[in-house]
């Protein structure tokens, strides 16, 4: 699995899925400073990439148009990066067991226990 890191998080994202055995790479890194939106979500599915990022709103807007996509991975609420490590640890633990993102979302939440995880298809698949 790779990663494609939003630059409203931190580059320790990075390591952390880098440590954990995943390719991981920050929009700061690959020349992706002020990106519009649409062009980060294009770039991911270019590159296979699962997109991990705190701004749910407009990237499922984004999303929500492709047949297919890699997955995306978003850390709610938008919290202090030492906050955003510890979460997205929790979610690389749950994505080590599983194949792939295709076509889900994993959202992290803070909660005041820990950390929830919510995974589900998206676009949401008709029954």
Known sequence: MRFLIDECLSPALVDAAR?????????????????????????ALDHDAVL???????????????????????????????QQLRLFRVALDLLASLSDLV????EVHLEATGARLELYDFPVTSR
């Not at 440590?19 to 770039?43: C, K, M, N, P």
């Not at 076509?103 to 994993?106: D, G, P, Q």
């Open 103 to 106: 076509n889900k979302v994993l």
């Open 19 to 43: 440590q954990a055995g995943f390719e991981a790479y920050h929009l700061v890194h690959i020349g992706g400073v002020s990106w519009a939106d649409w062009r980060i979500t294009a770039y």
């Open 52 to 82: 991990v990022t705190n701004n749910r709103m407009d990237f499922q807007a984004l999303y929500e148009r492709q047949e297919v996509h890699s997955g995306f991975l978003v850390i709610v609420p938008s919290v202090a990066r030492e």
